[in-house]
Each structure stands twice: as structure tokens, then as C-alpha cells.
């Protein structure tokens, strides 16, 4: 190649580089510009179950039935703070689109002058109808197996388990006239998950003693006269009271091995907060065993992620359990700033067990419809890479990120950026930490527990730190290293359409 035609190249490359900084500055400005005229918030997410109206807290009876999934809901009919605990109801076909319908089951007043509140619960299915509910040879119905709490003028009088079916897909349902079917006589005693457990007929209960930081387990062969068989607890996390606890056989990966998860709503590694652990371990249909592990199995490391329970009943062609929970934090749940309504849950996420240093652990894999937007980047270190990926998105995409960290210092994920105002979500390879911060985030000041951070450990593996995160207006759920970490978080920015950058430290 003559020099000339060097020449004339740099001078080209040149001119392509001046006009490239000029239209990325131009951009900018606009960028900016649609940044301060954008839509004004809207916090409602598109894939994440919300209710129409109201509040909701923990998801109850999930279950899938010829098509349909269901989801229950703690919901209160007449407001958007928690009261008058009922169970509200949803449906979809494929766990991301939901479509409500009417309250299930509502709060009734009692003789004495109490109420009878549905507290959480599970649903199953009676194909054998066990409990003599259902017209013969109906194999489709459907039990709710629930904590009955009586309110006594605001204040809980006894909690108990109770029984409702329905004949006709969850629409309506009939309250057990024979209820309880379970009472020790204790205030706390609640949120039953039961299943059925083929190699002896039964169906076994799994249920909180929330103050002894225990569960229990009892058989029954009707769902309606139930017998203690096993307890467990006092290990983990007893930092909070324990609640919704459930029993799950996983697969392990690689394997045609299966392994007994229990999973408990209690403490959070931050005080003031509640959070989820699990067990991984051996049921033998009366009582559970857990592996040896050092300190807590945390199933989610942020700090909006509560009370989920797995689907019941899945299609023969699912190979793994999938659960949901609630997206909030009874820390400040009152308080979140939405309209109309108040609460909503995390994606459906599938469970698989894989093994480090010798122990079982909890893999995530969310499920996602394929049309949400999604950029797949990949960072290398030392690349110069202010971002060209801002752009607007309605806030709703999902950013597939490889970071290649060689010797760099860390990153910056800068998302929901408006004016001021953003949330960042940066990793520290030298501690190996992942930081999540929304204390500049937006709307912040609606409860003094809501702007501080949350943090976990993330290793690199062979140097690189994968994130999957998933931005649903005001839900962010963020799987690190292939759903190996899971972080769930809130965060309510000021505008509708914001941006998000990626920068190396
Ligand atoms: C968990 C929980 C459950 C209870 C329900 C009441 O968030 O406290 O233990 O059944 O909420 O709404």
C-alpha cells in the first residue's frame, strides 16, 4: 500500500471520527433533551404480576390446571394497605401475562363479633377426591388448604388451618364446614403447603411455628384429620420470625437426581428486613434432614423478595419446581409509592441444584417472554466504553451483560438515569462484591428503610461476571453468573423513559 494511501485513510478516518463525535454529542443533547420531557412515571409492571386495584402481599395456591395457571393473592378488597386478609385471584397461560379475577375467598364476620381472615395457603389438586368435596369421578378439584386468623377488633385471636374447594377451576368456592382441620391451640401457627407423597398415599403438610422458628410436618390421607410426624428449625437464619415455609424435590443438574428443598420466608442479612433461605437436603416422607452448610442459603440477596411458594401440579413436560414471591419487603410494603394499587410479585423462576465447594445450591432461571427487548453486551477490559447503549425503553428491557473483567478496577451499570437521578449497580472485583444502589434512585423518601443498598459476593468465573438483568419499571431482578446469585430490587424513578450506561471504573 503506497503511503499516500495511508495518508489519505488517516485523514479519512479522520473526518468519519469528527463526524461520529459530533453526532454522538448531537445525540446526546437530544437524548437529554427527550430525558427532560419524558412521560412521567408510571411504576405498574408489564411482566410482572400487579392487581388491578388494592393491595397484595404473599402469593398463595399456585397451581396449574388444564392450561391455566393460578395465582392467589393476600388481598385486601377494600384498600391498598394491608387489612381484611382475603385471597385474591389471577390467571395466565404462560405465568408472564395475567388476567384477574374475582376475590376467591373474602374475610367473614363470625357470631362472636370476630372475623375470619384467609391468611396464605396452598392449593391442590384432588384427582382421587381424598376429601369426599367433589361429585364422583371429577378428577379436576380444587382444595385450598389456608391459615384461618381470627381478628379480634384489629388484634389477632388464634390462627388454625382451614379447608375451601371449588368444582369449578378456583371461580367459586365452598368454606369446609367442618373447619379447622388443624389447631394446636397456639396464636402462631400458620401458611400450610401441602403435597402428596405417592410412596405412602398421603399428603403431607409443611407449616410455620413463626415465634419457635420451626416448621412441622403432618400426614393426612383425607386432607381433613392430620397427624404430626416430624419438625424442624432453630438453624439458618432466626434473626425474624419464620413464615411460608414449603417442601420441593429439585433436580441436580447433570443428574437424574432429585433433592428436598425447604424453603423459608424469615430474616434478611440486613437487620430491620425480611428475607428468604433454604435447606437443601433429605425428606423421608415424615421428616426432614438438611445437608450440612455453613452460615444461611440466601434465595435472594436483595431486598424485595418474600413469601414465594412453588406451582403446584405442573405439566408432566416441566422438569423443574417453579416459584414466585412478592416483590416487596414488609420493611416499608405499606408505603411503596404506586397508584391504585400496592404490591406485586417477582417473575416465575424455575429451580435447578447445582454443587460448589461440596454443597447444594439454589440455581434461578426466570421465565421471560422472548419480545422483551433485550441487549446483549459484552465488556472487555481496558475498552474504552462510555456508553452508546442509553437509549429509550419505556423502562422495560433486559440487559444480558459479559463483563470481561482482565485487571480492570470494576464497572458501573447506571440504569433508570433521569436528570440526577439514578440506579446504580456496580461490582467490585478486588472484594468481589456486587453493590446495588438506589439511594438516589428517585422517589426515596417514602419510608426511611427503603434508599439503603444491598450487596452480595459474587465470584468471577474464569474472569468473567455475567449479569442478567431485567428492568420492569419499577421491579429490577438481576441473575448474576447464570441465576447462580439472584438479586431482587424496587426502585421508582421520576420519569417514565430513562436511560442506562455502562462505564468501567
Ligand atoms: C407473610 C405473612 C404470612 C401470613 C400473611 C398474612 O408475609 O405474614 O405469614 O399468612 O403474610 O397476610
Redesign the pocket.
Same mark, same amino acid.
Given at each position: 500500500m503506497s503511503k499516500t494511501r495511508d495518508t489519505d485513510n488517516q485523514s479519512f478516518n479522520k473526518f468519519i471520527y469528527m463526524k461520529t463525535r459530533a453526532l454522538a454529542i448531537i445525540l446526546s443533547g437530544l437524548l437529554f433533551q427527550s430525558c427532560q420531557d419524558s412521560k412521567p412515571a408510571d411504576y405498574r409492571p408489564e411482566f410482572h404480576f400487579s392487581p388491578e386495584k388494592n393491595w397484595v402481599? %404473599?402469593p398463595n395456591g399456585l397451581i396449574y390446571l388444564d392450561g391455566e395457571y393460578h395465582i392467589f393473592t393476600?388481598y385486601n378488597p377494600y384498600g391498598d394497605k #394491608?387489612g381484611h386478609?382475603s385471597w385474591g385471584h389471577a390467571v395466565s397461560t404462560d405465568l408472564v401475562s395475567w388476567t384477574d379475577l374475582p376475590v376467591a375467598l373474602t374475610e367473614f364476620p363470625n357470631p362472636d363479633g370476630s372475623s375470619s381472615m384467609f391468611?396464605?395457603g396452598c392449593a391442590v389438586v384432588d384427582s382421587l377426591n381424598t376429601s369426599g368435596f367433589f361429585r364422583e369421578g371429577y378428577k379436576g378439584g380444587l382444595v385450598a388448604i389456608y391459615?384461618i386468623h381470627i381478628d379480634r377488633d384489629g388484634k389477632g385471636a388464634g390462627q388454625s388451618q382451614g379447608l375451601a374447594y371449588s368444582e369449578d377451576k378456583g371461580r367459586t368456592w365452598k368454606v369446609y364446614e367442618g373447619n379447622p382441620v388443624l389447631d394446636i391451640g397456639i396464636a402462631d401457627f400458620? %401458611?400450610p403447603s401441602v403435597i402428596w407423597y405417592p410412596e405412602r398415599n398421603v399428603w403431607i403438610m409443611t407449616v410455620a411455628l413463626?415465634k419457635e422458628y420451626k416448621v412441622q410436618f403432618y400426614e393426612s390421607a383425607n386432607l381433613k384429620d392430620w397427624a404430626l410426624t416430624g419438625e424442624f428449625g432453630n438453624k439458618g437464619d432466626v434473626s425474624k420470625i419464620w413464615?411460608?415455609p414449603s417442601l420441593s424435590q429439585v433436580k441436580t443438574e447433570g443428574t437424574d437426581e432429585t433433592r428436598w428443598v425447604l424453603i423459608i420466608?424469615s430474616g434478611h442479612k440486613y437487620e430491620r428486613y425480611v428475607g428468604m433461605q433454604y435447606f437443601v437436603g433429605d425428606f423421608d416422607g415424615r421428616t426432614f434432614v438438611s445437608q450440612d452448610q455453613e452460615g444461611v442459603l440466601h434465595l435472594d440477596e436483595g431486598k424485595d423478595f418474600?413469601?414465594a411458594i412453588p406451582f403446584y401440579n405442573l405439566p408432566p413436560d416441566s422438569k423443574s419446581p417453579i416459584i414466585m414471591g412478592w416483590a416487596n419487603n #414488609?420493611a416499608y410494603a405499606n408505603d411503596i409509592p404506586t397508584e391504585g394499587y400496592r404490591g406485586q410479585y417477582s417473575l416465575a423462576r424455575a429451580l435447578t441444584l447445582y454443587q460448589e465447594d461440596g454443597i447444594f445450591k439454589i440455581r434461578q432461571t426466570p421465565v421471560l417472554p422472548e419480545s422483551i427487548p433485550t441487549e446483549k453486551v459484552t465488556l472487555k477490559d481496558g475498552e474504552e466504553l462510555t456508553s452508546s447503549l442509553s437509549r429509550q425503553n419505556d423502562n422495560v428491557y433486559r440487559i444480558q451483560l459479559t463483563a470481561e473483567l482482565g485487571s480492570s478496577k470494576g464497572f458501573e451499570l447506571e440504569l433508570l438515569k433521569h436528570g440526577p437521578h439514578k440506579t446504580v449497580i456496580s461490582y467490585d472485583p478486588a472484594e468481589q462484591k456486587l453493590t446495588f444502589d438506589r439511594s438516589n434512585s428517585g422517589k426515596t423518601g417514602f419510608h426511611e428503610n427503603f434508599p439503603g443498598g444491598a450487596h452480595m459476593t459474587l465470584a468471577p468465573e474464569n474472569g468473567i461476571v455475567k449479569l442478567d438483568v431485567i428492568v420492569d419499571k419499577s421491579v429490577i431482578e438481576l441473575y448474576a453468573n447464570d441465576g447462580k446469585a439472584v438479586m431482587t430490587q424496587l426502585a421508582f424513578p421520576l420519569s417514565g423513559t430513562t436511560a442506562y450506561k455502562i462505564n468501567w471504573r
Open positions: 402481599n %404473599d393476600q #394491608w386478609m391468611f396464605s391459615t400458620r %401458611d413463626p413464615e411460608c420466608s418474600y413469601a #414488609w
